[in-house]
């Protein structure tokens, strides 16, 4: 099967030059998927076939590496970005029994996230040992055969965290992170990718050590409270560097069985306004060459929960059009975390100075 060609992005980190050795098809408007609400069930036929980056949960992969090569054999040039939580621990991290709950470990943890996910608890990232044990969730991710990773919850200093921590902790922890994965080559050949989730207040100091950016609501189109922060992204496209864009229109949602797809997809005010991009840097939206796509979010009522799950309505293609659903296999989320093969080991990659 034949792989895509590699490009080589100029990075710097830690204060020297580096080269970052990417994908040929890891470029702003890449189409792309997000499931890391479930596993994805490949006893189903895949779809889409045409979405040449997905975004996983780590350890729905380490409980069921299957899937990364179930997908490479649908899509041989798919780019596999493996999720995790990088601000919080929780109960369903393969790493929560043998690392979080340990004695010497337990005081890393902080306050719990909100509810519905209070089981989460925010991790003291600023202290060297938490950092470290991040860093073998990067490790891990390439280990497994991911292409990139998305660590998530890098805003916890606009949370109560317990440790008071600021932006310029989330800003070390990124960098330090981003150096982990750049140190690390994929199974492909190239260079573990590291993106930004959201904090658009930390873009600054991100946009040209990171390789990516998954955004979340960046048109703020469900809370007038907050400001609208897409075009805080566009210094990664101008970078050529992918920003992934998630809308979350309620009229996805099926009235009937809230947790699954209305197959007409958004209505036709929330589409316009949820899959509106821009034709050229400067626009009022911000999402120049944004790949955008519109998901389920959990609602108020237990009944709509189905958060990123495999409901997906792709823009660009109509009102009505481009709705998709990845079958996933929620049964098979509490499997045993298989340990990670030591046929798997990663070759870390040397930098020249």
Known sequence: MKQSKSCILPLLATGAAAQVVKPANFVPGVKWQIDIMASLDITKTLTPTDALVWDLDLYHLQRHPDIITFLRSKIPNVNIICYFNAGLAQPSDCDWDTVWQKPEYKSLLGNSYDPPFSEEKWINIRNTTAIDLLKNRV???ANLGCDGVDP???????????????????????TTLATTAHGLKTKRG?????????APELVKSLNSVLDFAVLEDCKNLRNEADRAFCADFQPYISQN?????????????????PQQCNTSGANSAQYTASCEIDSAVG???GNFKFSEILKLRD??????????????????????????VTPVNEEIDGDECKPVSKSLKVMAREFAA
Do not use: W
């Open 139 to 141: 490790t891990t991710a």
């Open 152 to 174: 998530d919850n890098i805003d916890g200093y606009s949370a109560d965290t317990g440790f008071n921590l600021n932006q310029q902790d989330y800003i070390n922890l990124m």
């Open 190 to 198: 190239n260079t573990l990718l590291i993106g930004q989730k959201n």
């Open 241 to 257: 560097k992918p920003v992934f864009s998630i809308e979350y229109p309620t009229s996805l949602r099926n009235k009937n069985s």
């Open 283 to 285: 626009g009022k939206r």
């Open 299 to 324: 609602g108020a009522d237990e009944s709509e929960h189905g958060e990123l799950n495999g409901c997906t309505q792709y823009c660009g293609q109509g009102q009505g059009k481009g709705v998709v």
